[in-house]
């Protein structure tokens, strides 16, 4: 199989970054003092305290960085677009002499962190999986493993679940298509909500396929599955009955949850 080349990093803009990156909202409005609710659940799960010194693989634009810095933690943070560097260095510079953590950015490749072998007790890798090939994947992964402490943790995030794209949407655009509402499901679901997705995702993951690159990789630990909040009090038709199992029901929900979760320590 041919190995294809990486993404350009132009691709990924200032633009993008306030437009379509996971949490644009919440950093426009405030310059990376809030965090979307995903990004805020998934660095939850890092468990960050004072003292500790994480590493921020893709900081995009650093908010990251200033709230693990704000909690006492040393955070560092690489991203291979220049312009998430920029953004990352303006989130973090106003915190120099004033919180308790330490924190530095640099622009490289996932692929070659510029670390020290068991330097990090937390890595943190969010909506970047799905934009690495599966060669590079399987090469950052090595050196989050280089860089992690033997006791670290590494935190993972990625969405959508594939099989949603691949197997559910289709089931779900021709519902919606039927209730009328088909205009606002296009046929490739990575143009659904946010259209350059279309571009940039070339390497989705299922519950499944996570576990087992991590795996690969050399980690152990718990993956699985989770969704926006639902209304499901209000779902009382036959069509909010039919969510409710799809979302909450095994095999069903390893279709139609969107995100997937990993916090894993080495094997």
């Known amino acids: 199989m041919t190995q294809k080349n990486p993404l350009p990093s132009t691709l990924y803009t200032e633009e993008y970054f306030r437009t379509a990156c996971e949490g644009f909202d919440e950093f426009n409005t405030s310059e990376g003092e809030q965090l979307s609710r995903r990004l805020a659940s998934a660095f939850a799960l890092a468990e960050v305290t004072a003292g500790m010194t994480l590493l921020d693989v893709g900081c995009g634009r650093g908010e990251i960085l200033r709230h693990t810095a704000r909690l006492g933690a040393d955070a560092y943070g690489i991203d ?3 312009v ?59 050196e989050v493993h280089r860089v992690l402490k033997p006791d670290g943790m590494f935190v993972v995030h990625t969405a959508p679940n594939i099989w949603y794209d691949r197997y559910a949407y289709p089931l779900v655009r021709r519902l919606r298509t039927l209730m009328g509402q088909g205009a606002a499901y296009p ?11 279309e571009h940039v995702h070339v390497n989705e993951q299922s519950l499944w396929s996570l576990r087992g ?36 029901v095994p095999p069903f929900r390893w279709f139609f949850e969107r995100e997937v979760f990993a916090v894993v320590r080495k094997a």
């Open 213 to 248: 690159t991590l795996r690969r990789a050399g980690f152990t630990g718990k993956v699985w599955l989770e969704s926006p909040p639902q209304d499901w009090a209000s779902q009382t038709n036959l069509v909010g009955r039919a969510r409710r199992m799809a979302f909450r």
């Open 80 to 82: 291979y677009a220049e």
């Open 187 to 197: 046929r490739n679901p990575r143009e659904f909500l946010v259209a350059v997705n």
């Open 84 to 142: 998430a560097v920029s953004l990352s260095q303006q989130v973090i510079t106003p915190l120099s002499g004033i919180a308790p953590g330490r924190t530095g950015v640099y622009q490289a490749d996932a692929k070659r962190l510029p670390f020290p072998t068991a330097h990090f007790d937390r890595v943190v890798m969010f909506d970047v999986v799905e934009h690495l090939y599966p060669w590079e994947l399987d090469q950052a992964l090595g």
